[in-house]
């Protein structure tokens, strides 16, 4: 395989960038060409792809977003759109792609190769820790590390004014950023998708405080749980405990910014430079992921299909510290 092409699809997150720059500098190290895509899938569409080379990603190793830029592609889940991809990387005598992204990438890439038979390796790029075949996502940790940081903030005024936060954090279908923020913050308590909550359990984890003398409480809820977003929560326990002082606070996209942490920067560049060995291992439909600290393939359908479930461990982890 002499030419390959980069991209970044759907949600952005912090690593992205030092991933591209790993299939960038790999790919050079092993005299290969490699292109950008702009926009993910969108950019393959309309022909948005141009050469890159070392320079291209000097110092980006260090920032947020992705130079690349990203979307949610509507036009490649199209037959018609999937075909003007395959012709516009025919026209620039690509061999090989790696995508970066998360669940969605992948499933677009799984069809395209099917269709079309374009040698495919995935690097997980997603803030919600989410996908089947590597312990972490590039992304999650800083977007913890973030969480974590105004969790801490909203701590020391929570206490200041005896009051109850409801604190919602990204995750539509996965509590691990809710999980690891609450821990490491100290949570009374977290919502998460993956397990049922319900609004009588709240009141009594608050109640249990107050008798237990705690003036102040955080409950961190991810964005999907069942019982809805920190909003919906908070009024529905307002509803039950009129008298609490409740305030509710949603992190939103700040999650999904800044600098990346050392961490995702070292995960991204291993991912990066291990997807492009993969193809030139001829690996076609996999994602490059690490598991306990190694490099592992996992077939793209394995890693949309097969759950990851949170540690149970954890979730209980959480009542034992908030005791
Ligand atoms: O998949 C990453 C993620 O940040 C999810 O946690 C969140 O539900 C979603 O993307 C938000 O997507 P958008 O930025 O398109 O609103």
């Given at each position: 395989m002499k030419r390959i092409a980069v991209l970044t699809s759907g949600g952005d997150s912090p690593g992205m960038n030092a991933c591209i720059r790993a299939v960038v500098?790999?790919?050079?190290?092993?005299?290969?060409?490699?292109?950008?895509?702009?926009?993910?899938?969108?950019?393959?569409?309309?022909?948005?792809?141009?050469?890159?080379?070392?320079?291209?990603?000097?110092?980006?190793?260090?920032?947020?977003?992705?130079?690349?830029?990203?979307?949610?592609?509507?036009?490649?889940?199209?037959?018609?759109?999937?075909?003007?991809?395959?012709?516009?990387?025919?026209?620039?005598?690509?061999?090989?792609?790696?995508?970066?992204?998360?669940?969605?990438?992948?499933?677009?890439?799984?069809?395209?190769?099917?269709?079309?038979?374009?040698?495919?390796?995935g690097a997980p790029g997603t803030i919600d820790n989410d996908l089947f075949g590597t312990d972490h996502t590039i992304g999650f940790d800083t977007a913890v590390n973030t969480a974590l940081d105004a969790i801490d903030k909203i701590r020391d005024t929570a206490d200041s004014h005896d009051r109850i936060f409801f604190i919602e954090v990204m995750g539509r279908d996965s509590g691990y950023i809710a999980i690891q923020s609450g821990l490491g913050g100290g949570a009374e308590m977290v919502m998460v998708p993956e397990t049922d909550t319900s609004i009588e359990e709240v009141i009594d984890t608050l109640k249990s405080g107050w008798n237990r003398s705690k003036t102040s409480s955080i409950i961190v809820v991810a964005e999907g749980d069942e019982e809805g977003g920190a909003m919906e929560v908070a009024e529905k326990v307002r509803a039950h405990l009129p008298y609490a002082d409740i305030k509710v606070t949603n992190l939103g996209h700040v999650q999904r910014g800044g600098a990346p942490t050392a961490f995702d920067r070292i995960l991204a560049s291993r991912l990066g430079a291990a997807a492009v060995k993969g193809l030139l291992e001829g690996r076609k439909n996999v994602m490059a992921g690490l598991i306990n600290n190694e490099v592992v393939y996992t077939p793209f359908k394995d890693t949309i299909t097969k759950s990851k479930p949170i540690h149970q461990d954890l979730i209980n982890l959480v009542d034992i510290l908030s005791v």
């Open positions: 500098r790999a790919a050079v190290y092993n005299n290969m060409e490699v292109y950008g895509v702009r926009r993910g899938y969108n950019g393959m569409i309309k022909g948005d792809i141009f050469p890159m080379d070392s320079f291209s990603v000097s110092n980006i190793v260090q920032k947020g977003g992705t130079i690349l830029k990203s979307a949610r592609s509507m036009e490649f889940m199209t037959y018609e759109g999937r075909k003007k991809g395959y012709e516009n990387l025919m026209n620039f005598g690509i061999e090989g792609l790696v995508a970066i992204g998360g669940n969605g990438t992948f499933t677009g890439a799984e069809i395209f190769f099917n269709e079309f038979g374009v040698p495919t390796v």
